[in-house]
C-alpha cells in the first residue's frame, strides 16, 4: 500500500535552533518528493522538490535531504525563526498510468521565542 | 498575481443544506484540483479537472459534485451537507497532469451542524 508517513507528529523549538523533520514512504513507482510548509489558516507552498537522482536540496534555511534506497527523507531547518512555526508535509508522487500525490499527515512545528 | 482564490474562506451550513465553493486560478493553468484536509490525515483528494472540459473522481468523491465552468473556474458543490462533510477544503492547480507541483488557496473552512 502506498503510504507516505511524518514524524514527529508535533515538535517545539527555541528561535535560533536547528531541527529535522522525517518522512518514511513505501510509494512506488517513484516521481518524485515535494515538502510544503503550512502556515495557519492558508494553503501548503512548496519548499523543495527531490527526484530519484537527487540527494539533497536547499531553499534558504531549508535543506531536504532525499534517500530513495532506504525511502526516507528529511527537512533540516536551520536557526529557525517565529515565522518558521507552521505545519510541514511531506508529499510523494508517483506514476499509475497517471501522475499520483501521496500526502504525509503533517509535523506541526512550533517555534519559542 | 492572486495565484488561487477560493471564496468563501468560512461557512456553517446545516444537515440537508446545499452549497457550492468557488475556485479561481489566473495563472492559466490546465489542470484544477479539489482537495479535504482533516485533523491527523494527509489532505485527500475530492476531485479534479485534468483540463478544461473533464472532470474525474479522486479518493473521496461521495457527497460532491463538480463543475469546471471554464479554464480558470472549477466549483465544488455539496448536495445535501452532511456532519462528516465538515473539514478544510482546499482547491489547487498545476499547469498539467505532470508531476508538477500545486498551488493552492487558502481554504474555505466549512462545519456541518
Known amino acids: 500500500k502506498n503510504q507516505v508517513e511524518q514524524s514527529p507528529q508535533s515538535l517545539i523549538i527555541l528561535e535560533g535552533k536547528n531541527c529535522t523533520l522525517q518522512?518514511?514512504?513505501?510509494?512506488?513507482?517513484?516521481?518524485?518528493l515535494r515538502w510544503y510548509k503550512q502556515d495557519t489558516g492558508r494553503g501548503p507552498v512548496s519548499l523543495t522538490i527531490?527526484?530519484?537522482?537527487?540527494n539533497t536540496k536547499s531553499n534558504g534555511r531549508y535543506t531536504a535531504t532525499l534517500d530513495a534506497d532506504t525511502k526516507q527523507s528529511s527537512l533540516h531547518i536551520t536557526a529557525s525563526q517565529l515565522s518558521d512555526s507552521a505545519s510541514y508535509i511531506c508529499v510523494v508522487t508517483f506514476t499509475s498510468g497517471t501522475y499520483k500525490y501521496i500526502f504525509g499527515t503533517g509535523t506541526r512545528l512550533k517555534v519559542l521565542a | 498575481n492572486a495565484g488561487v482564490t477560493q471564496t468563501p474562506k468560512f461557512q456553517v451550513l446545516k444537515t440537508g443544506q446545499s452549497m457550492t465553493l468557488q475556485c479561481a486560478q489566473d495563472?492559466?493553468?490546465?489542470?484544477m484540483y479539489w482537495y479535504r484536509q482533516d485533523p491527523g490525515m494527509g489532505l485527500r483528494l475530492i476531485y479534479y479537472?485534468?483540463?478544461?472540459?473533464?472532470?474525474d473522481k479522486g479518493e473521496v468523491p461521495n457527497g460532491y459534485n463538480v463543475s469546471r465552468l471554464n479554464k480558470r473556474e472549477f466549483s465544488l458543490r455539496l448536495e445535501s451537507a452532511a456532519p462528516s462533510q465538515t473539514s478544510v477544503y482546499f482547491c489547487a492547480s498545476k499547469p498539467g497532469q505532470g508531476a508538477g507541483g500545486y498551488t493552492f488557496g487558502s481554504g474555505t473552512r466549512l462545519t456541518v451542524v
Open positions: 518522512c518514511n514512504y513505501t510509494v512506488s513507482p517513484f516521481s518524485n
Open positions: 479537472s485534468a483540463s478544461e472540459g473533464t472532470t
Open positions: 495563472m492559466n493553468h490546465n489542470s
Open positions: 527531490m527526484t530519484f537522482s537527487e
